[in-house]
């Protein structure tokens, strides 16, 4: 991390040796601290060690700005199941685009409550991390629409078919209904 110590403590952040340390130490952290260290801070990390926390709660959002998009609050299961009975009433900021969250999510600007399968890549690159929201976590279903004059077509129920056996094998998270 000094390239000159100990004369010169200034750090060098873009070294090929400072990039793996912070690799191996964040790699470190995902595996065997609690859910969400890496993007904590030491003090976080800390008191949910202590506390023995498993999961996030409505309060864990009250001083954080919630990232979600533009519809409205009943159409938001974190919103209707969580933070409303809560009377938890976070900052929000809006974005039309998953990829959009992400980025924002991931230069600490807030936080947003997405499927495990849509945030997986950014997990997996440490990019941001991935908590249960609540003791059982938040789950939804997914459906398939389509126009009345397509809905008996043999070419639609083989596209529902591939698509949940597809997501079903590919996607973490995703349970067949």
Not at 9 to 33: K, Q, V, W
Not at 108 to 129: E, F, I, M, N, S
Not at 157 to 164: I, K, L, W
Request: proline share 7%; with cysteine.
């Amino acid at each position: 991390m000094f390239s000159k110590a100990p004369n010169d403590l200034f750090p060098t952040l873009d070294s090929p040796e400072a990039i793996a340390a912070a690799d191996y130490f964040s790699r470190l952290l995902r595996e065997y601290g609690p859910d969400g260290v890496v993007s904590y801070t030491s003090d976080q990390a800390v008191q949910s060690l202590k506390a023995g926390r498993s999961h996030l709660s409505a309060q864990d959002f009250a001083d954080q700005t919630l990232i979600t998009y533009p519809v409205p609050d009943d159409m938001l299961d974190l919103v209707r199941q969580v933070l409303e009975p809560a009377g938890v009433r976070p900052p929000r900021r809006t974005t039309e685009l998953t990829v959009a969250m992400l980025q924002l999510v991931a230069s600490g600007r807030g936080v947003a409550a997405l499927p495990v399968w849509a945030v997986q890549g950014y997990v997996d690159r440490g990019y941001v991390t991935a908590r249960r929201i609540g003791p059982q976590g938040l789950t939804g279903r997914l459906y398939a629409a389509c126009l009345q004059r397509t809905a008996d077509r043999p070419w639609l129920a083989d596209f529902v078919g591939v698509t949940r056996e597809s997501s079903f094998l590919s996607l973490k998270g995703v349970a067949l209904l």
